[in-house]
């Protein structure tokens, strides 16, 4: 029992590694977004004043801070599920600890 049991413990610190590399790219996509939100918000300040070429900028910007929006969304939804895994796995080896604890 007690193999079995350090078994899924690795198991989980690689489930912990994971999460913390989706949590880099979470926080990533974040900025990333932050940053073209502030981008827009300039532009869109001196949209009168830059011409035509101050409107193709803020048209650009607006379609990829979208196509950013949409990963920052799909990276949080994983992060979110990977998360919940991760507890609900964690909640089970405590349960096996004290069933383990028991059996020794």
């Not at 913390?20 to 073209?36: F, G, I, K, M, Q």
Request: no cysteine.
């Amino acid at each position: 029992p007690l193999n079995e049991w350090l078994k899924v413990y690795r198991q989980l610190e690689t489930y912990m590694r994971s999460l913390e590399v989706n949590r880099l790219t979470l926080d990533s996509r974040r900025r990333t977004v932050d940053n073209l939100q502030g981008k827009i918000e300039r532009l869109r300040s001196v949209q009168g004043t830059s011409g035509p070429k101050g409107v193709t900028d803020l048209e650009e910007t607006t379609i990829l801070m979208n196509h950013k929006e949409g990963k920052l969304a799909r990276a949080n939804h994983d992060y979110i599920e990977e998360e919940n895994r991760l507890y609900n796995s964690l909640y089970t080896l405590v349960k096996d600890t004290r069933v383990l604890r028991d059996y020794t």
